[in-house]
C-alpha cells in the first residue's frame, strides 16, 4: 500500500488523567509499528498527574533532550473538554486519514494499515469504525442504528430501561440482535476509536466544540451523513476498549442525575436536539433503506 502524502496517518489521542492506559496505548502503536508514515498526537487536557512529563521523559526526548519520536505533545492549561482538545489535534495533523483513539484502547496486529486500506477502497466512507472488544474478549456496543433521541437517553440512564419496551429501544438502538462479524453502514461509531478521511474533515468541518463530552461524535456522523459521505463499522479489525462507562446509572433518574458524568451527557443531549430539531437524517435512512431492501 502506497499513499503519496508525507503523513500517511495522523493518530490524535486526548487524555485527561489516564496515564496508564495512555502509556499502553502508544506502547501499542509503537509495538505494532505501522508501515506507513504517521504521527502521534497527544492532547493532554490539564491532568496535573505527571502524565506530560511521562509524555516528554518516555516517550518525545532522549536523556540528552534530543527529540527521538514522531510524537507530538499539546499540553492545555485547562480542561478543554473532548472536542476541542480534538480539534487540537486535527490542526496540528498532517496525515491523510486521521484516527481518533481514546487513551484506553490498545491496538492490535496490522489494524491501522488495512483500515487505511480499506478506506482507500472505499472512497464514499468517511468514517471507518472497528469492532471493539472487552479485555475478556466479549463484544462491546461501538455501532449504533440511530441517531441519539430523548427516548433513547431516558432508556438507557433511568430504570425505564429495564422495563420490556425499555430494553427493546435499547437493544434496537445498540443493534444487539445484529450479527456483529458483519460490516455494516451505520448511524454512527463511537468516537473513542474511528478512523476518518481526512478530505471529508475538509468539507464537514471540526468537532462541533459547543459539546464538552458526548454526543460530539453522534453529531459529527451526522454531518458526515449529510455531506454525501458514509459512516461504516467494519468488525474485520478488533481492538481492546478498556472501557468503564462513567455515566450509567444503575437508579432512577435521580440517582442518575447526581451523578456529574450523566449530568454532563444529559446537557450534550440537550443540546444535539435542540441543534436537530426539527430535521429528518434523509441521507442516513435512504441509504439504509436501500441497504435493507437488498438484505
Known amino acids: 500500500m502506497k499513499l503519496n502524502k508525507t503523513i500517511d496517518l495522523s493518530v490524535i489521542i486526548v487524555n485527561y488523567k489516564t496515564p496508564t492506559h495512555l502509556r499502553q496505548c502508544i506502547k501499542s502503536i509503537q509495538k505494532h509499528k505501522p508501515r506507513l508514515n504517521y504521527e502521534i498526537i497527544v492532547v493532554d487536557n490539564n491532568s496535573q498527574d505527571g502524565t506530560t512529563e511521562m509524555i516528554e521523559d518516555d516517550f518525545i526526548f532522549n536523556y540528552k533532550n534530543q527529540k527521538i519520536s514522531n510524537i507530538k505533545l499539546i499540553a492545555n492549561k485547562h480542561n478543554l473538554g473532548f472536542p476541542k482538545a480534538v480539534n487540537q489535534g486535527l490542526e496540528q495533523s498532517k496525515g491523510k486519514y486521521i484516527l481518533l483513539l481514546n487513551p484506553d484502547i490498545t491496538i492490535l496486529e496490522s489494524s491501522l494499515e488495512e483500515m487505511i486500506d480499506y478506506l482507500e477502497k472505499n472512497k464514499d466512507i468517511a468514517v471507518l469504525g472497528p ?7 466479549s463484544i462491546q456496543n461501538s455501532c449504533f442504528s440511530q441517531f441519539t433521541s430523548p427516548q433513547i437517553v431516558l432508556y438507557r440512564r433511568t430504570l425505564f430501561g429495564k422495563m420490556e419496551r425499555g430494553k427493546r429501544v435499547v437493544g434496537d438502538f445498540t443493534m444487539k440482535s445484529w450479527d456483529h462479524s458483519k460490516e455494516k453502514d451505520v448511524a454512527w461509531v463511537l468516537g473513542s476509536c474511528m478512523l476518518i478521511r481526512k478530505e471529508a474533515i475538509e ?5 462541533d466544540k459547543r459539546f464538552f463530552m458526548y454526543m ?16 461504516r463499522y467494519y468488525p474485520k479489525i478488533k481492538m ?3 472501557y468503564a462507562r462513567a455515566s450509567s446509572s444503575e437508579g432512577g433518574l435521580i440517582q442518575a442525575l447526581l451523578k456529574k458524568q450523566t449530568r454532563v451527557h444529559i446537557t450534550s443531549a440537550l443540546k444535539f436536539f435542540i441543534k436537530y430539531f426539527g430535521q429528518k437524517d434523509e441521507q442516513y435512512s435512504k441509504t439504509n433503506t436501500i441497504i435493507a431492501t437488498k438484505n
Not at 203 to 207: I, S, T
Not at 219 to 227: A, E, H, P, Q, V
Request: with cysteine; glycine share 10%.
Open 216 to 231: 460530539e461524535d453522534v453529531d459529527w456522523c451526522r454531518r458526515f451523513w449529510k455531506s454525501g459521505y458514509k459512516v
Open 131 to 137: 469492532k471493539l472488544i472487552n479485555p475478556n474478549g
Open 203 to 207: 468539507k464537514v468541518g471540526l468537532m
Open 240 to 242: 481492546v476498549h478498556y
